[in-house]
C-alpha cells in the first residue's frame, strides 16, 4: 500500500487504493456522466476493466437512475457505493477486483459527504476473495450480434462476484424481540439513518437497519431475505426518492415510505419521523 497520512479521507483512500491496484481508472462526475457513456460501452463491449470513479457532490448529480441506465439496451453495470470514509478503503480493492475478474467498467459512487469524511488508517483494508460464475451461453441463433453481445453483457453483470458483501444488515438485539420495521439506506444517508434507528430502538421501536454498498445490479435476494417478517418498510435517501421505487418493485406486498429529502445531510428527525407515523398495528 502507498504511504498514506494517519488520517486520510473517503476520497484520498480510495484514490490511493487505486493508484495501488493499478486498475484501469476514469474520473466523471455523476451529473456528466452520460458524456461518458459511448466510451465506457466500448469498454464494457471489449472487455477492459476500469473503475469510474464517479463523485456526486450536489444534489443535482444524485439521480442513482443515471448509472441505473448508463448503458443502452437496458444493461445494468455495476455499481458500488461506500457509506463512510473505511468502506471506501474496503470497497475501492473490491471494485479493482470485480473490473479485472469480470472484464467490465465498475462503477465507484462517491458522494460528497463520505468523500469527505476521515477516519484513522492503521491496516490495510482486508482483500475478498472474489469468484465469478461464467453465465449459461444464450441461444443466439435468432438474434442479431449487437443484440446477442447485449444478451451477453447483461448475463455477466446480473449478479456480483461470489465473495461480496452486498448488504450490511443491523438486526437489532434479540433480546427486544422480532424486528417489525426496517430502514434501508446507502452512501453518505447511512449516518443519519443509523442515528435514527438508535433513537427509535430508545422509544421501544423493534427496527433494522440494512445499508446496500452495492446500489446496481438491486441486491434483491438480500433486500428479500431482510424484509421476511418486517411490517413496514422506510428507504432513507438524500434524493427525491428514486431507489425507493425500485424496493417498492421487489416488495409489493409491504408499505414502504420514502424518506428522502435534497437537503445535505438528510436529516435524521425526518427518517425518525417517518418511523414513529407508521402504523404500529397488525
Known amino acids: 500500500m502507498n504511504e498514506v497520512p494517519v488520517r486520510v479521507t473517503g476520497r484520498e483512500i ?5 493508484a495501488e491496484t493499478g486498475v484501469h481508472v476514469t474520473h466523471a462526475q455523476l451529473d456528466e456522466i452520460k458524456n461518458h457513456s459511448a466510451e465506457l460501452y466500448r ?22 437512475m443515471a448509472l441505473r441506465w448508463m448503458f443502452k439496451g437496458g444493461i445494468t453495470p455495476l455499481v458500488l457505493c461506500p457509506s463512510d470514509a473505511a468502506e471506501c478503503a474496503e470497497l475501492a480493492v473490491t471494485a479493482a477486483k470485480a473490473a479485472d475478474l469480470l472484464k467490465v467498467p465498475v462503477f465507484f459512487l ?6 469527505e469524511s476521515e477516519f484513522r488508517w492503521e491496516e490495510p ?3 475478498p476473495e472474489l469468484l465469478f460464475d461464467e453465465p449459461t451461453p444464450i441461444d443466439a441463433s435468432d438474434l442479431s450480434p449487437e443484440e446477442s453481445d447485449a444478451r451477453d453483457l447483461e448475463a455477466r453483470l446480473s449478479r456480483p462476484p461470489r465473495g461480496f458483501r452486498a448488504t450490511r444488515l443491523d438486526p437489532g438485539l434479540a433480546a427486544e424481540g422480532k424486528p417489525e420495521w426496517l430502514v434501508i439506506t446507502y452512501g453518505g444517508s447511512r449516518s443519519p439513518a443509523q442515528a435514527a434507528v438508535a ?10 437497519l440494512l445499508h446496500t454498498r452495492m446500489l446496481w445490479p438491486l441486491p434483491e435476494a438480500e433486500l428479500l431475505k431482510a424484509a421476511m417478517g418486517m411490517k413496514h418498510v422506510v ?5 427525491l426518492g428514486q431507489y425507493a421505487l425500485e424496493i417498492r418493485r421487489i416488495l409489493p406486498e409491504l408499505p414502504v415510505i420514502n424518506a428522502c429529502r435534497i437537503t445535505a445531510p438528510l436529516p435524521a428527525a425526518l427518517i425518525l419521523q417517518r418511523l414513529q407515523r407508521s402504523p404500529r398495528c397488525c
Open 125 to 127: 483494508a482486508e482483500e
Open 43 to 64: 469498454r464494457l463491449r471489449s472487455g477492459e476493466p476500469t473503475v469510474v470513479f464517479v463523485e456526486a457532490p450536489s444534489v443535482q448529480s444524485l439521480d442513482v
Open 110 to 115: 462517491l458522494e460528497e459527504s463520505v468523500a
Open 235 to 239: 428507504v432513507a435517501e438524500r434524493n
Open 199 to 208: 433513537e427509535a430502538r430508545g422509544e421501544g421501536q423493534r427496527v433494522s
Open 14 to 18: 480510495a484514490m490511493a487504493t487505486l
